[in-house]
């Protein structure tokens, strides 16, 4: 039985990390995941995680709900049902994601820093499928993927708004499949609904209060924020991939 001052950090730090994704629309997601895993185990804090930012995304992608870029969003939800399924039959093997967060840092750090004349990676409707595929995989394996996700995003042919919802929605069904995903592998929900209710009614509130920052922030500082919240979390990931590595 979880205690009442473990759902209370709980509850703050859903706040706290919904007005960091609604703001900017990812790391959130990263660092709550983080702060689970400091008080249970991956099998139980990845589950926990994807129900929270289930809420967390759905209430900002509600909001933002006319700028969605529903043809990225189509495809994308075709691909990541077939990732998701695929990776749900294989969780049961052993699996080794030690190197991912090198992967993960090199396609960052390449997509906010790369020279004009080399070739973005900003897919369109077809290429969203793929990325589903990608990221539908991935999702029930390592919990979060909204810093994968964000490289998607790192273009000029989409304004914040479109940014942000676009991104919501993609993560509000990543989310569901997840939740779908632990469920059908015998993961029990029950025992957790109570602190997942005081984490999701303080994500309601920071999600609220984070879309309306957005929607007063200018489009070149929304910019600035995106790509330094991706820099910020590639140094991250490249400092924990070279502590995996040195250890071996």
Known sequence: MIDSLTIFLLSLSALATSIISATVGMAGGTVLLSILLLFFTPSISIPLHAANQF????????????NIRWNFFGSYAVGATIGNTFSAWLLKSTMTLEHSSLLIAVMIIYTVFKPKKLPSFTPHTRGFFFVGIFLGFLGMLIGATGLILGTCFVRDDMNKEEIMATQGVIQTYSHMLKVFGFLWLGFNYVPWLIPLAFMSVATFIGTTYGVSLVRKMSQQLFNVLFRGVLVISAIQLLYKWSKVFVAN
Not at 55 to 66: D, H, Y
């Open 55 to 66: 809420v967390s995304n759905f209430r900002r992608c509600w909001l933002l709900r006319e």
